[in-house]
């Protein structure tokens, strides 16, 4: 099993920028890949972008492409989400997620189900 806890939610202006981190414990040698998803109250949880935990394969959802970037270092165990240029539409609880798989086909990896390890979620509003 894998412990995920995320850090660096925040309040902050449309056109600003924030930095959230996701620790990883536990049997992170299992860890193929991971994802940061988020949630909006009534809405279903979506995907935002992936990174292969081993190589250099990312995966973006495109209305953050060109504004948030996704990143790791493996020897920390963590997993990073750089977001410029936020904007109010982008307010929602950010989770991260560890999966054992990694695919190219970002359909696949965009699927919760394929998600065994999740974190608490980290609050992210952007106010106009």
């Known amino acids: 099993q894998v412990q995920l806890v995320e850090s660096g939610g925040g309040l902050v202006q449309a056109g600003g920028s924030l930095r959230l981190a996701c620790a990883a414990s536990?049997?992170?040698?299992?860890?193929?890949?991971m994802a940061w998803f988020r949630q909006v109250p009534g809405q279903e949880r979506e995907f935002v972008a992936a990174?292969?935990?081993?190589?250099?394969?990312?995966h973006y959802t495109d209305s953050v492409k060109g504004r948030f970037t996704v990143s790791r270092d493996n020897t920390k165990n963590t997993m990073f989400l750089q977001m410029n240029s936020l904007k109010p539409e982008d307010t929602a609880t950010y989770y991260c997620?560890?999966?054992?798989?990694?695919?190219?086909?970002?359909?696949?990896?965009?699927?919760?189900?394929?998600?065994?390890?999740w974190g608490q979620g980290t609050q992210v509003t952007v106010s106009s």
């Open positions: 997620a560890a999966s054992r798989t990694w695919q190219q086909d970002m359909a696949f990896m965009m699927v919760r189900q394929i998600y065994g390890s």
């Open positions: 990174i292969m935990w081993n190589g250099g394969s990312i």
């Open positions: 536990g049997r992170t040698s299992a860890v193929g890949a």
